[in-house]
């Protein structure tokens, strides 16, 4: 099943960056300036964010999430328009909050999570993809689901000239696999039926991820990297 979710569009985060004068000209203008300099304008900005009052649109858009939202542990994260895209993964570039639904508090992360749109790691990441631009994004609230082993699966993925199934993962949240900080892997080669126990993931759930893969992989077209919990 899906979990719960509500979600703040683009418009309405771009209309909250415009009223503080951070708007697309200003953004891209940073791409031809120098490392420290640009770095200096980026700090300015989330600093803005962070100091600044949420436009009343966004305020009243997450009093109905809140009350529509029917459970209690959420968790905050973005959905730039070009994360997850066929070029570009972004995986681990922005950041995400768990929270409880307590209406400051959630208007406290809404602001975090826009500010991390402008971070020094979302910089460096787009100047080495050679990407001019900040892209916008969207933010998603939805369910948090704690689970006791979670992860990325990557549905195909290239290693060592050999291609197959990548699913990294660790105990609990997926958090530090996805900044890629901790985790243990699993690289299952095309074809590859004979499938072993792993300490935390064993072949049943590593098949049931397999069998989940190739559906989303099917669906989509293309490959795709999935986040999972069990």
Known sequence: SVPEFGIIPIFKIEKFLNSLNINKKYLSDIF????????????KIREKIL???LTSELINEVEKLKQ?????????????SSEDSIKDSFAGIYDS??????????????????SS??????????????IKEFPLSSIIIQEFIEGEISGVMFTTAIKEGRKGILINFNK???FSVVEGKSGKEI????????????????????NKLIIEG????????????VEWTI
Do not use: C, V, W
Request: charged residues 30%.
């Open 32 to 43: 031809n300036d120098n490392n420290k300099n640009a770095l200096k304008k980026l700090e």
């Open 51 to 53: 100091k600044s009052n």
């Open 68 to 80: 529509g939202l029917k459970i209690d542990k959420l968790i905050i994260r973005s959905s730039a």
């Open 97 to 114: 909050y768990i929270l409880t639904k307590d209406k400051n508090n959630l208007i406290k992360k809404i602001s975090k999570t826009i």
């Open 117 to 130: 749109l402008f971070s020094r790691r979302a910089y460096f990441y787009l100047k080495t993809r050679n």
């Open 172 to 174: 609990g949240t997926a």
């Open 187 to 206: 690289f299952l080669e095309k074809g590859n039926k004979n499938i072993k126990n792993f300490s935390l993931l064993n072949n049943d759930y590593i």
């Open 214 to 225: 190739k559906k989303i992989e099917k669906l989509f077209n293309s490959p795709q990297d």
